[in-house]
């Protein structure tokens, strides 16, 4: 994916340039807890199921909770959607394994390309961003897979009804109460809605310019949208992997940003609006109301707090490996996290899905 081998590059570029270089602002406070392997094996990338420590995954990506605790996670090189169930095991949802191809269907005998995000309807229903396809499927709570918006295989821009929208590169993923579904729309750097019925429009954002902007709705710019939580209130919350910044999207599309400093790269903890982030993916609201954000290209998980501060969760920025123990320990390029009820934190890292327990827990 090209904003992978962007990371990689941009990350080997930091560290040289000493962009890394912790002043005082910029470090971390120590958070006490713990940095452990929740499910599958730190090392490469395989597919097993059975249990939580039997399983493997091949690159696991976005990741979601439904209301009984169960968490679905995309496993991306797998090409499956699997299910960390509350009794321990890991099982496939809907896909075949490795038959990396677009086919809906019954769930065990559907096909994904890319699965790279997950979002849980109230009722069950699962919506994935099968990214390489570009299209957003469903799975029903019959078992059925179908295509919830898009066409397979054709990349492009057009709202409209389901199968006459066009997406690029769909990544992250929010579905409220109400069953609307958010789309981070990566490539065409907007972000998308689409209704209950399937129809698509645009909720931010302008297709083909890029940039930065905040304002209401078509007005605003974004530079590649990726990760996308929503909050109780209905706002959408976006990480922008080119902007390096986190922004916030009312539900009548106004556009503000919300943390970090647009186009700036860099590392720093603090207030929201003087916060650095590099490259960050997934979002994930914690039960106290903290925002969650996977700081791949600074090898951190990082907590915006209610009142606007930003700090680390984990990940000492090293990012050459990922190595459990006390906090902060060391992430390699995070990708997926998700906020678990009991206020500890899942993170995906090196095939691995780690868990992140605070000995103050982040929940009310």
């Given at each position: 994916?090209?904003?992978?081998?962007?990371?990689?590059s941009?990350?080997?570029?930091?560290?040289?340039?000493?962009?890394?270089?912790?002043?005082?602002?910029?470090?971390?406070a120590?958070?006490?807890?713990?940095?452990?392997?929740?499910a599958?094996?730190?090392?490469?990338?395989?597919?097993n199921?059975?249990?939580?420590?039997?399983?493997?995954?091949?690159?696991?990506?976005?990741m979601?909770?439904?209301?009984?605790?169960?968490v679905?996670?995309?496993?991306?090189?797998?090409?499956?959607?699997?299910?960390?169930?509350?009794?321990?095991?890991?099982?496939?949802?809907?896909?075949?394994?490795?038959?990396?191809?677009?086919?809906?269907?019954?769930?065990?005998?559907a096909?994904?390309?890319?699965?790279?995000?997950?979002?849980?309807?109230?009722d069950?229903t699962?919506?994935?961003?099968?990214?390489?396809?570009n299209?957003?499927?469903?799975?029903?709570?019959?078992?059925?897979?179908t295509?919830?918006?898009?066409?397979?295989?054709?990349?492009?821009?057009?709202?409209?009804?389901?199968?006459?929208?066009?997406?690029n590169?769909p990544?992250?993923?929010?579905?409220?109460g109400?069953g609307?579904?958010?789309?981070a729309?990566?490539?065409?750097?907007?972000?998308?809605?689409?209704?209950?019925?399937?129809?698509?429009?645009t909720?931010?954002?302008?297709?083909?310019?890029?940039?930065?902007?905040?304002?209401?709705?078509?007005?605003?710019?974004?530079?590649?949208?990726?990760g996308?939580?929503?909050?109780?209130?209905?706002?959408?919350f976006?990480?922008?992997?080119?902007?390096?910044?986190?922004?916030?999207?009312t539900?009548?599309?106004?556009?503000?940003?919300?943390?970090?400093?647009?186009?700036?790269?860099?590392?720093?903890?603090?207030?929201?609006?003087?916060?650095?982030?590099?490259?960050?993916?997934?979002?994930?609201?914690?039960?106290?109301?903290?925002?969650?954000?996977?700081?791949?290209?600074?090898?951190?998980?990082?907590?915006?707090?209610?009142?606007?501060?930003?700090?680390?969760?984990?990940?000492?920025?090293?990012?050459?490996?990922?190595?459990?123990?006390?906090?902060?320990?060391?992430l390699?390029?995070?990708?997926?996290?998700?906020?678990?009820?009991?206020?500890?934190?899942?993170?995906?890292?090196?095939?691995?899905?780690?868990?992140?327990q605070?000995?103050?827990?982040?929940?009310?």
């Amino acid at each position: 994916m090209q904003r992978r081998q962007f990371i990689q590059s941009a990350g080997a570029l930091a560290l040289s340039s000493g962009l890394f270089s912790l002043t005082p602002r910029a470090q971390a406070a120590l958070v006490d807890g713990t940095l452990a392997v929740y499910a599958g094996a730190i090392g490469p990338g395989e597919y097993n199921a059975g249990t939580f420590a039997q399983a493997r995954f091949h690159d696991p990506r976005g990741m979601a909770r439904d209301a009984q605790g169960n968490v679905f996670v995309a496993d991306y090189v797998n090409s499956v959607v699997r299910k960390l169930g509350t009794d321990g095991q890991v099982s496939i949802v809907a896909g075949q394994v490795e038959q990396r191809d677009a086919r809906n269907g019954p769930a065990l005998q559907a096909r994904f390309y890319s699965p790279e995000c997950v979002a849980v309807a109230a009722d069950g229903t699962l919506f994935v961003s099968d990214s390489g396809s570009n299209t957003v499927r469903r799975i029903g709570r019959d078992g059925n897979v179908t295509t919830w918006a898009g066409k397979i295989d054709v990349e492009g821009f057009a709202d409209g009804p389901g199968s006459k929208a066009r997406f690029n590169h769909p990544v992250g993923l929010g579905v409220n109460g109400q069953g609307v579904v958010y789309v981070a729309d990566a490539y065409n750097s907007t972000v998308r809605r689409i209704s209950p019925k399937g129809e698509v429009s645009t909720l931010a954002g302008l297709a083909g310019d890029t940039g930065w902007r905040d304002g209401r709705g078509t007005q605003a710019r974004l530079n590649t949208p990726v990760g996308l939580a929503l909050d109780a209130q209905g706002n959408v919350f976006v990480s922008e992997y080119f902007n390096n910044v986190i922004r916030k999207i009312t539900p009548a599309g106004q556009v503000s940003t919300f943390a970090g400093q647009p186009g700036k790269g860099g590392f720093a903890d603090g207030k929201a609006a003087q916060a650095l982030f590099l490259h960050p993916q997934t979002l994930s609201f914690a039960p106290d109301g903290s925002l969650i954000v996977a700081d791949t290209g600074n090898n951190r998980v990082r907590r915006i707090a209610p009142d606007g501060t930003v700090s680390t969760l984990a990940g000492n920025g090293e990012g050459e490996k990922v190595a459990p123990g006390a906090l902060p320990g060391t992430l390699h390029q995070p990708y997926g996290v998700q906020a678990l009820a009991d206020g500890s934190v899942l993170v995906t890292g090196m095939n691995a899905i780690l868990r992140i327990q605070l000995a103050t827990p982040l929940k009310t």
